[in-house]
């Protein structure tokens, strides 16, 4: 319970050499102890000591923490052979199961899986909802969207669940049905930064700065402060549609009035800003001061720039910056080429 994990185990080991034989709540213990420390050797080996007492016909809370540590550990076939193998499932077995599928991309999976549990007779939770929410928004599916919306309100939800109602935003925003998203947004009596964010982040995606800025103007008058995530949001639409100053005042009021201190993330964001307006000498500035220099997305939004602007000196050298960092970033290669191409189209024109 505490994130000791190998001491938890150590216990384990202790236990048996004394003579002790472990119980389904010991197994329980020791499969999330393997989940701390990611060894999924130990833990399948766990797995085959409780097959062998015959501890998975009948309890199932066992059975669901085995599917757990499976899905955490990426192990999402071995997960879904002892989901099948269990005599019976419960809401926690498919909530697990689903978890584990959006939790590693594989949402088409979590989807089918929602729709096989409502087949077996049971009713999704909020926790089954939130998934195949992200589900939804991951693969950008508005018409699944809108059914699970309509499931929702018949079952009574989201009423005031702010986090459910934070995914809707999120799901929305992310399909571009913006005015639906509002809609959410608007009822929601008491809205927390994610939420704001969310329906930003909505906005800037289809290139709506001033709706951005409005938004969080807003926010702020309504006494939400912004965090890191609302300011990423701020700072790449204004570098998108290349809201130079503006960028620049946000980017400073984060440490002057909110006492948030920049990640990398903001730093590129700055990078990216300054390097699409071409102003080079800026951006250096940036990835300088900014003590980003070893940072590959620093450098990958520079040469970006380069290429656009089709400056092939500045290119090689930030490529060569680049490939010295990593030299598998596959995106500095077409950059580069790009760049090539264009300077050897000039000298020919």
């Given at each position: 319970e505490n994130g000791l994990g190998k001491e938890a185990l150590d216990c384990f080991m202790q236990m048996k050499k004394e003579g002790l034989s472990p119980d389904a709540v010991t197994f329980v213990c020791i499969l999330k102890a393997c989940c701390n420390i990611e060894s999924v050797e130990i833990g399948q080996q766990i797995h085959n000591e409780v097959e062998k007492q015959g501890f998975l016909e009948e309890n199932v809370v066992l059975g669901n923490t085995i599917i757990d540590m499976y899905s955490k550990c990426n192990m999402l076939e071995k997960a879904r052979q002892v989901f099948d193998a269990l005599l019976n499932h419960d809401i926690t077995s498919w909530n697990i199961l689903i978890t584990g599928y959006v939790q590693h991309g594989l949402n088409e999976e979590a989807i089918e899986c929602f729709l096989s549990m409502?087949?077996?007779?049971?009713?999704?939770?909020?926790?089954?909802?939130?998934?195949?929410?992200?589900?939804?928004?991951?693969?950008?599916?508005?018409?699944?969207?809108?059914?699970?919306?309509?499931?929702?309100?018949?079952?009574?939800?989201?009423?005031?669940?702010?986090?459910?109602?934070?995914?809707?935003?999120?799901?929305?925003?992310?399909?571009?049905?913006?005015?639906?998203?509002?809609?959410?947004?608007?009822?929601?009596?008491?809205?927390?930064?994610s939420l704001w964010t969310a329906l930003m982040s909505g906005y800037a995606q289809v290139?709506?700065?001033?709706?951005?800025?409005?938004?969080?103007?807003?926010?702020?008058?309504?006494?939400?402060?912004?965090?890191?995530?609302?300011?990423?949001?701020?700072?790449?639409?204004?570098?998108?549609?290349?809201?130079?100053?503006?960028?620049?005042?946000?980017?400073?009021?984060?440490?002057?009035?909110?006492?948030?201190?920049?990640?990398?993330?903001?730093?590129?964001?700055?990078?990216?800003?300054?390097?699409?307006?071409?102003?080079?000498?800026?951006?250096?500035?940036?990835?300088?001061?900014?003590?980003?220099?070893?940072h590959v997305p620093c450098w990958l939004s520079l040469l970006a720039a380069c290429c656009k602007w089709e400056i092939s000196e500045l290119g090689r050298v930030v490529f060569e910056q680049l490939v010295c960092l990593d030299d598998r970033c596959s995106a500095a290669y077409v950059c580069m080429r790009n760049i090539s191409i264009a300077s050897a189209m000039y000298v020919e024109g």
């Open positions: 409502q087949d077996d007779g049971l009713s999704p939770d909020v926790i089954t909802f939130l998934c195949i929410v992200k589900a939804c928004s991951n693969i950008g599916s508005h018409e699944m969207g809108e059914e699970l919306y309509a499931k929702l309100r018949k079952q009574g939800m989201p009423g005031k669940d702010i986090v459910l109602r934070t995914a809707l935003v999120d799901m929305y925003s992310n399909c571009g049905v913006l005015g639906r998203a509002h809609e959410i947004f608007d009822d929601t009596p008491i809205r927390n930064i290139g709506k700065v001033e709706r951005v800025f409005s938004l969080f103007n807003t926010m702020i008058k309504e006494e939400v402060s912004p965090d890191m995530v609302s300011f990423l949001v701020l700072l790449n639409a204004c570098s998108h549609v290349g809201l130079v100053e503006a960028g620049k005042t946000a980017f400073n009021a984060m440490s002057a009035f909110y006492f948030i201190t920049p990640t990398m993330e903001h730093y590129t964001c700055m990078v990216d800003l300054f390097a699409r307006a071409g102003h080079f000498d800026k951006a250096f500035s940036v990835i300088e001061k900014g003590a980003c220099s070893h």
